[in-house]
Nanobody, 125 residues
Framework: VQLQASGGGLVQAGDSLTLSCAIS????????MAWFRQAPGKEREFAAA????????YYADSVKGRLTISRDNTKNTVYLQMSSLRSDDTAVYYC???????????????????WGQGTQVTVSS
C-alpha cells in the first residue's frame, strides 16, 4: 500500500484547510487510517483516526471539534478537514494506515505500517 498526502499550505489563523491522503495498492475499506503531525523539535503526535471496522472516529483532545477525519471509498481517499486553525497546528501532517492495528493502539504511531510522505501546514497568526 502506498499513501500520498497532499493539500498542505500556508494559511492564516482561523482559516480552514483540507488535507487528502490517496491510497494505492489497497482499498481504504480494509485499513484503519490516521493522521499524525510533527511540529519542529517535537515528536510525532496523534491527531485523528478512523477505525476500519466501524468507521468510528477518534481525535486528540487538542483538535477535537476543529479537525474531522473522513473517508471516500469511491475515491480511495482519506481526508482531514481542519477549521479554526491556530498557530500551534503548524506541523508536517502525515497519513498512516494499518490493516492489523487493534483499537487500543490507534493513537500509537509505531502501530502503523504504512505512511505517506507528509504535507506541511503552516498557520500564521
Amino acid at each position: 500500500v502506498q499513501l500520498q498526502a497532499s493539500g498542505g499550505g500556508l494559511v492564516q489563523a482561523g482559516d480552514s484547510l483540507t488535507l487528502s491522503c490517496a491510497i494505492s495498492g489497497g482499498t481504504s475499506r480494509g485499513y484503519s487510517m490516521a493522521w499524525f503531525r510533527q511540529a519542529p523539535g517535537k515528536e510525532r503526535e496523534f491527531a485523528a483516526a478512523m477505525w476500519r471496522s466501524t468507521s468510528n472516529t477518534y481525535y486528540a483532545d487538542s483538535v477535537k471539534g476543529r479537525l474531522t477525519i473522513s473517508r471516500d471509498n469511491t475515491k480511495n481517499t482519506v481526508y482531514l478537514q481542519m477549521s479554526s486553525l491556530r498557530s500551534d497546528d503548524t506541523a508536517v501532517y502525515y497519513c498512516a494506515a494499518s490493516s492489523r492495528i487493534i483499537l487500543s493502539n490507534l493513537r500509537n504511531p509505531s502501530a502503523y505500517g504504512f505512511w505517506g510522505q507528509g504535507t506541511q501546514v503552516t498557520v500564521s497568526s
